[in-house]
């Protein structure tokens, strides 16, 4: 059955571009990003890796560490760097997986054969502290990912995990959040100082609290 939310994210060890992982004690109390692409020399591919590189603070600056995979071998990922580095502006800067033999893409289910038949499609698994999938997205090979959504849901579920709100539609940092319905007005009160809205007694709005 494929991962899904909730599941333990699978462990491996494995050959990268920055050389031997281990997953789980890679990222350690991070959370983490594993994503997959379908080949290396590829176009969406190049941007897409070009775009991760060039992000990567953004992914520091929330605790978050990114480790790609693809069936390419770490050689041809280290050339493939200089044309990212050439092309996008940023070479690889992140751990890239080798993954000729598939263990990482059978594991986390990355190859869809009806729609790419021998590699990885466009997946990402948002993986937090307790190594649990929180998140996870699947594109086809034809369609690049966006960046900006993947930060925006990381900021989500870190806000999410701690403190009791969710985020209604649309949401970006900064924005109003959701109280939690299992929290009563009396409760939220104090938890939430800045105050809140209430539009229906299941749909209450407060001020993003950690800002
Ligand atoms: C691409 O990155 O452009 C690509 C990779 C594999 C299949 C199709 C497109």
New binding site residues.
């Given amino acids: 059955m494929a991962l899904q939310l909730g599941d333990t994210a699978p462990d491996f060890t494995a050959e990268t571009t920055e050389g031997p992982v281990s997953l789980h004690e890679y990222l350690g109390d991070s959370w983490g990003i594993l994503f997959s692409h379908?080949?290396d020399f590829?176009?969406?591919?190049t941007t897409e890796l070009g775009e991760f590189a060039r992000r990567k603070k953004e992914f520091d600056d929330r605790n978050t560490k990114i480790v790609g995979v693809s069936v390419d071998s770490v050689d041809s990922h280290r050339g493939w760097s200089d044309d990212i580095a050439e092309t996008q502006g940023t070479g690889l800067n992140f751990p890239l997986v080798g993954d000729e033999d598939r263990t990482v893409a059978q594991l986390y289910g990355m190859i869809h054969p009806k729609a790419?038949e021998t590699?990885t499609v466009r997946t990402v698994f948002v993986i937090g502290p307790d190594k649990k999938v929180k998140l996870t997205l699947t594109y086809p090979?034809?369609i690049g990912r966006n960046v900006d959504e993947i930060v925006r849901v990381l900021d989500a579920l870190q806000l999410s995990a701690t403190h009791a709100v969710s985020t209604p539609v649309n949401w970006n940092d900064g924005d109003d959040v959701i109280i939690s319905p299992a929290i009563s007005d009396e409760e939220a009160t104090t938890r939430f100082p800045k105050g809140f809205t209430t539009l229906k007694p299941y749909l209450r709005l407060t001020p993003q609290p950690n800002r």
Avoid: D, F, G, S
């Fill in positions: 379908p080949a590829t176009p969406v591919c790419l590699a090979a034809a």
